[in-house]
């Protein structure tokens, strides 16, 4: 298994020697003999993968290869960075560093026979242990793109009823009214979470108490991360000076918020029998029937929080494991009969473990379902389980990692850079995949779109059961996704073996490595002090660092100042920070001299979990720095919770792909004719003024896909401004995806483009109709139009009216705060191919249009917080449904 990472280090370098031909012309001697002798190299890897060979003397070989990779990239990125940096000097420093390029070249020369006495010593190793390496065919064209529709609900939870009734009830229990702690206790992939999910959202608990809490604690717990996760479950705003507070007075502050509350507090995943000590102070006893629940895998951290007996979460009995497995395999059709007797030995062999059978399920669901090939299984399976050593889980997903696609292997193991818990937003796992090389784009000998490969990579896995799906868009796709703990670790484990990427969690771990060689990525989670960056070389030798992930509450110093001064030829870098203390409006500046940069993520948490508010960001910077602008490989940016305005020198970008701001940046027109950007794909969030639609009238922005337009609120856009912007989209041939935050819609109709327009989805944001029915009767021409949100708009007019043959390729409409709506018409035959409605927070609304039930293609309507007199109705509807088997689903809250 270890192959895949060499590989991928030997193609890297030969397509940048390939595609930075220009940089090499002075050592183009010493670049071919690379080139051909990492030509061969690949060529050995290859072999050795198609023939299985696990000989001693392979895996040795392998290594070599990958060492002898990585240290050829280092000698590489070491010259391109002085090529690079000389180029970018005006004539006079050019003529004072002119000897600055002779110095490289002896550098190269000197370390270029180390790299090739390595090979030649790989091939003398061939030769005397009979080791041949052969060519072999090209790789499989990669399979279709073509994803089929995926239902937006969850999967329905294979067991489990009892347990939650049972513990419902303990829960509930009237006859103890002090706070009581019960745990479930049970182990890793035994299903604890799956249970406590299904308690924290069974609608008795949820009436039953006044306040309810869920926290992730895990291994490496912060305890004052897991007071914040609380007190934004029950309310509280945190501020800055929240944040400054002492781990006492955070305690202080949760209690007094809990004080008189019947509360609710699940406390997942629990490893130490201390943690209670630490935090039981938050929780007061008012003798009110306050309910705490825990999961752990430890006997011990139950009895040490409870003289309450816990509850033991059983296995899966034989039935239930066998429906799981088939619910995985077959995907709800009828198994066939001949492979009864194997799958069930196979559901028997995972004895009951959830996770085993979930993940065995997903390499039998992309197998031959024969009994040939089921039968290869049994003895793996059953060995992999009794293993003593309790690792029969990691084993499994061994199993499941061997069988992965080359394609997938490296997406698969990068998962495990996030932190332990991290909801994992679908997007940026996708972009950093591209960003970091893994994804191939030839299918069929078309060169197809990165991100359309890297999507359907991640609901390849997702298939496989490796990743799971946290919640998902209106159309279907993934928004975020989690990994279990297990695999995590397992990701981890392989990554260092591999020399892939390690993961770091304390101050302590950023001046040691636990390999021989630094690692080619790294993840560092936690928070880095002063003393832990205080030495002039935090990391030896990190030249070979080519990715830097930062995951952390507090940063007592420039994250980015830091990061370029001991990373300087990252290629990725991603910083996620709850909090730092010395930042400046000019804190960006430091970025300019990665010059490797290809994907670079600057967010401020709003809170410790993944959540952002776009109302006013933490740092406003005056200007984007105008040095990030000569970055000649940057193509993603993401700014969150960082307003500023952006130079006119990012128009020189014609690499750059992606450009996230948020809450707003301000974007001028180019000051030379003929600077577009190019290749950018995703423009958000851009502020509108009165230079807007010269941006999009000018054709500056061939292949731009998705758009998100912002009005800064309460500015005083003349409506005209915001018309003749909107107008201008016509100009964006290719965009399919627009967003509108704080627009005012008054009398004017043409204000989108026309019936030929590609706009699939579009979302209104806090936005005011002043005429909702000639703004839905523009819409409703959009030929393409599949998406439609509207979410905390004024509607003025308290009514929506859809006409017969409007909206004609809709399939998603979701009204999401509209307060003041009161009516709802829609005519026979409008909106005819509608499949999912959502109405969420709509407390006026008095209707559901009868047309709405006539749909042939509806096929599920959830509504939430509207008038009991509609509930009622809907209620009602509901029933008569049932009886008449409808197809499609009602789902009221």
Wanted: contains cysteine; charged residues 25%; aromatic residues 10%.
């Amino acid at each position: 298994m270890t192959d895949v990472v060499a590989s991928f280090a030997l193609e890297n370098l030969k397509n940048l020697l390939i595609h930075e031909a220009n940089l090499f012309r002075r050592v183009k001697d010493d670049v071919n003999l690379l080139q051909d002798d990492f030509g061969f190299m690949d060529a050995f890897l290859k072999d050795s993968e198609e023939k299985g060979d696990d000989h001693y003397m392979v895996k040795e070989l392998i290594n070599q290869i990958r060492d002898t990779a990585f240290e050829a990239e280092d000698v590489i990125n070491t010259y391109m960075a002085q090529v690079i940096k000389q180029r970018r000097r005006n004539l006079l420093l050019k003529l004072l560093h002119c000897f600055d390029h002779a110095a490289v070249l002896h550098h190269v020369a000197e370390k270029t026979p180390s790299i090739k006495r390595k090979i030649e010593n790989i091939y003398a190793n061939k030769t005397a242990f009979g080791i041949e390496a052969q060519s072999h065919a090209d790789e499989e064209a990669e399979q279709s793109l073509q994803q089929r529709r995926r239902n937006v609900e969850e999967e329905d939870v294979v067991g489990f009823g009892d347990d939650t009734a049972k513990l419902v009830y303990r829960l509930l229990d009237r006859g103890r009214l002090q706070r009581k702690v019960i745990s479930i206790i049970g182990m890793g992939g035994l299903g604890k979470t799956t249970l406590a999910r299904k308690i924290y959202n069974n609608n008795h608990i949820k009436n039953h108490f006044d306040h309810y809490a869920w926290v992730s604690v895990s291994k490496e717990y912060k305890t004052r991360m897991l007071i914040f996760d609380i007190l934004e479950c029950v309310g509280h705003i945190s501020d800055e000076k929240t944040y400054k507070m002492s781990d006492e007075q955070l305690k202080v502050t949760l209690r007094d918020n809990l004080k008189g509350k019947r509360y609710f507090v699940v406390m997942d995943d629990v490893w130490k029998p201390h943690f209670w000590d630490e935090i039981r102070a938050c929780f007061p006893d008012d003798s009110n029937g306050s309910r705490i629940l825990i999961t752990s895998r430890e006997k011990e951290v139950a009895s040490h929080a409870s003289s309450t007996p816990p509850y033991f979460l059983p296995f899966l009995d034989k039935e239930t494991s066998w429906e799981l497995l088939c619910k995985k395999v077959f995907r709800g059709e009828k198994y066939p009969s001949n492979l009864e007797s194997l799958g069930r030995q196979l559901a028997e062999s995972c004895k009951g473990l959830p996770l085993s059978i979930v993940v065995l399920g997903g390499i039998l669901a992309n197998k031959e379902k024969t009994q040939q090939t089921w039968s290869k299984f049994i003895g793996n399976v059953n060995w992999f389980l009794i293993d003593d050593d309790n690792n029969h889980c990691s084993d499994i997903l061994a199993l499941s990692y061997k069988h992965l696609p080359r394609k997938l292997r490296l997406c698969f193991l990068y998962v495990g850079v996030f932190p332990e818990d991290f909801l994992i937003p679908a997007r940026t796992l996708i972009q950093m995949w591209v960003a970091e090389g893994f994804i191939s784009i030839q299918h069929d000998s078309r060169k197809m779109d990165e991100i359309d490969v890297a999507e359907y990579y991640l609901e390849q896995l997702i298939d496989r059961s490796l990743i799971q799906v946290a919640s998902r868009r209106s159309h279907g796709g993934v928004k975020t996704c989690r990994i279990h703990d297990l695999v995590r670790d397992f990701c981890i484990k392989m990554s260092i073996q591999e020399k892939f990427y390690e993961v770091r969690v304390n101050n302590a771990d950023l001046r040691c490595s636990s390999s021989s060689t630094i690692p080619r990525r790294l993840s560092i989670q936690g928070n880095i002090d002063s003393e832990s960056i205080s030495s002039p070389s935090t990391i030896n030798d990190s030249i070979s660092v080519g990715s830097l992930l930062l995951f952390t509450s507090y940063f007592h110093y420039n994250p980015l100042k830091w990061a370029s001064k001991n990373f300087k030829f990252i290629r990725l870098l991603s910083v996620e920070v709850m909090y730092s203390s010395h930042l400046s409006p000019t804190f960006l500046n430091e970025i300019g001299q990665l010059v490797f940069l290809r994907y670079l993520k600057i967010a401020f948490w709003a809170s410790h979990k993944q959540i952002f508010v776009v109302r006013s960001p933490f740092f406003v910077s005056e200007s984007f720095p105008a040095s990030i602008c000569k970055l000649p490989y940057l193509e993603t940016i993401q700014l969150t919770q960082i307003g500023m305005c952006i130079p006119n020198k990012i128009w020189m970008m014609k690499q750059l792909r992606y450009l996230y701001v948020s809450p707003r940046m301000e974007l001028q027109p180019p000051s030379k004719v003929g600077h577009t950007l190019s290749n950018l794909k995703v423009l958000s969030c851009v502020q509108v003024d009165e230079k807007t639609s010269i941006l999009f009238r000018k054709s500056l922005f061939p292949n731009l896909r998705k758009l998100h337009l912002i009005i800064k609120w309460e500015s005083e856009i003349d409506e005209s401004v915001a018309s003749e912007t909107l107008a201008s989209l016509e100009s964006l041939q290719n965009l399919q995806i627009l967003k509108l935050s704080w627009f005012e819609f008054g009398q004017r109709l043409d204000l989108f483009p026309s019936s030929s327009s590609k706009l699939t989805k579009i979302t209104f944001e806090s936005c005011k109709f002043l005429d909702s029915n000639h703004l839905m009767e523009s819409l409703g021409k959009l030929a393409n139009l599949q998406i439609l949100k509207i979410k905390r708009c004024d509607i003025s007019s308290r009514q929506l009216h859809f006409m017969a043959g409007e909206f004609p390729q809709l399939e998603v409409f979701k009204m999401i705060g509209l307060k003041d709506i009161e009516t709802w018409e829609l005519e026979t035959h409008a909106m005819p191919n509608l499949q999912h409605l959502v109405i969420d927070g709509c407390a006026d609304l008095r209707n559901l249009p009868d047309e709405l039930w006539s749909l042939a293609n509806l096929r599920m309507v959830q509504v939430t917080d509207i008038k009991t007199d509609l509930k009622e109705k809907l209620m009602i509807k509901q029933s008569k449904m049932k009886e008449h088997g409808y197809s499609f689903k009602l789902i009221i809250s």
